[in-house]
């Protein structure tokens, strides 16, 4: 079994910095990439920032500039450092791990909780 545990959301107010956390446990074989997606009310869920071990990475165009991923290998642990935050961001933020358990022949999605941001003033 795999888990993934958030921790950081919160409130905050415009122009404010969060930073969240997720850590990975389990049987974990290996790890695809780890990265963070979020739902508004009313809205789909969205892809905010994926990471890769090589470094790879990907950010929604609204974040860039503004939010900062990375990832602690040794740690099975990603971050999402979140800084100059607007009444957008507000949404749940999930958790996503790409991975793959000892004795699977194939990787999964893994999702955590979720965590609430909420930005306002």
């Known amino acids: 079994q795999v888990q993934l545990v958030e921790s950081g959301g919160g409130l905050v107010q415009p122009g404010g910095s969060l930073r969240l956390s997720c850590a990975a446990s389990?049987?974990?074989?290996?790890?695809?990439?780890m990265g963070w997606y979020r739902q508004a009310p009313g809205k789909q869920r969205e892809l905010v920032a994926i990471?890769?071990?090589?470094?790879?990475?990907n950010y929604t165009d609204s974040v860039k500039g503004r939010f900062a991923i990375s990832l602690d290998m040794g740690k099975n642990t990603v971050y999402l450092q979140m800084n100059n935050l607007k009444p957008e961001d507000t949404a749940v933020y999930y958790c996503?791990?790409?991975?793959?358990?000892?004795?699977?022949?194939?990787?999964?999605?893994?999702w955590g909780q979720g965590t609430q941001v909420t930005v306002s003033s």
């Open positions: 389990g049987s974990i074989f290996s790890i695809s990439a």
């Open positions: 990471r890769a071990p090589d470094a790879s990475t």
């Open positions: 996503n791990a790409v991975l793959r358990e000892f004795y699977s022949a194939y990787d999964d999605d893994y």
